[in-house]
């Protein structure tokens, strides 16, 4: 499967790399808030993982993350 996280506030979107997941099923990133844009405030997660023709998202789940200042 090809999977992302992606990041959005207000009408800023931000996303990690899209990723194959691994023989097991497991993804992993390496990243920073830098490396990303990540700006102070709240941040909605998203996470989509496709397979074939099937999509799966977390676009009901209220994730967040939180960026201090």
Known sequence: ATCQIIFT???LTRSLDVRN???GG????AWTLKSRDLTPGTWHMTMKA????QT????NDP???EVAK
């Open 9 to 11: 506030k207000g009408d």
């Open 21 to 23: 997941s691994d023989a």
């Open 26 to 29: 497991a993804v992993y990133w």
């Open 50 to 53: 496709v397979l074939g023709s």
């Open 56 to 59: 799966k998202t977390t676009s």
């Open 63 to 65: 994730l967040t993350l």
